[in-house]
């Protein structure tokens, strides 16, 4: 198996996981936060998407999904198309809402046909190509990649711990 063969494999994982944890979700579990605090689940998944969307879209040279698919109407999201939820206050991360959980899956679905499209037109030495020299060591595109795939796995868990703690869910079972 190839490294793109790899990266492609392992960017097709999330939404799986973003489909598990927004099955049967109801609007109020969606928007909810875990104990009163913390990030709600659909702005864990939100955030998720739109940081894959920004970073890919730059990487590939192309419009974000976000704004060429008219997510933000489609989800409801009432924020302007350049925001990707960095630097959020936990006031702005509460106030996020979307109009249904389908909505929010359907965003992802968009989100990862981009990268899966962007990753079949790369080649092993596109991925070694450096693409970021604010950084010590300089960052490649692969290790780009590597990095969006890694924040979003990380905040699709944040999002199935919280619909555990919310509703008594488990993974898995």
């Known amino acids: 198996m190839d490294s793109i063969?790899?990266?492609?494999?392992?960017a097709s994982r999330p939404l799986g996981a973003v489909d598990r944890i927004l099955?049967?979700?109801?609007?109020?579990?969606?928007?909810?936060?875990?104990?009163?605090r913390g990030n709600s689940i659909a702005w864990l998944v939100w955030h998720?998407?739109?940081?894959?969307?920004?970073?890919?879209?730059?990487?590939?040279?192309?419009?974000?999904?976000?704004?060429?698919?008219?997510w933000p109407?489609?989800?409801?999201?009432?924020?302007?198309?350049s925001e990707v939820g960095f630097g959020d206050t936990a006031e702005e991360a509460a106030a996020l809402r979307v109009s249904?959980?389908?909505?929010?899956?359907?965003?992802?679905?968009?989100?990862?046909?981009?990268l899966a499209a962007y990753l079949s037109g790369l080649t092993e030495?596109?991925?070694?190509?450096?693409?970021?020299?604010?950084?010590?060591?300089?960052?490649t595109r692969g290790v780009r990649l590597i990095s969006v795939i890694d924040d979003a796995v990380a905040h699709l868990g944040q999002?199935?711990?919280?619909?555990?703690?919310?509703?008594?869910?488990?993974?898995?079972?």
Do not use: K
């Open 5 to 10: 063969a790899v990266l492609t494999d392992a």
């Open 23 to 36: 099955d049967g979700l109801d609007p109020d579990l969606l928007h909810a936060l875990p104990e009163g």
């Open 48 to 70: 998720a998407a739109r940081q894959w969307d920004a970073q890919v879209a730059h990487l590939a040279g192309a419009a974000q999904v976000w704004e060429a698919g008219g």
């Open 73 to 81: 109407t489609r989800t409801g999201v009432d924020r302007p198309d």
């Open 100 to 114: 249904s959980a389908d909505a929010l899956r359907g965003y992802w679905q968009a989100v990862s046909d981009h």
């Open 125 to 139: 030495a596109s991925l070694s190509e450096v693409i970021d020299t604010s950084w010590d060591p300089p960052v």
């Open 159 to 173: 999002a199935q711990y919280a619909r555990g703690l919310l509703s008594g869910w488990r993974i898995g079972y």
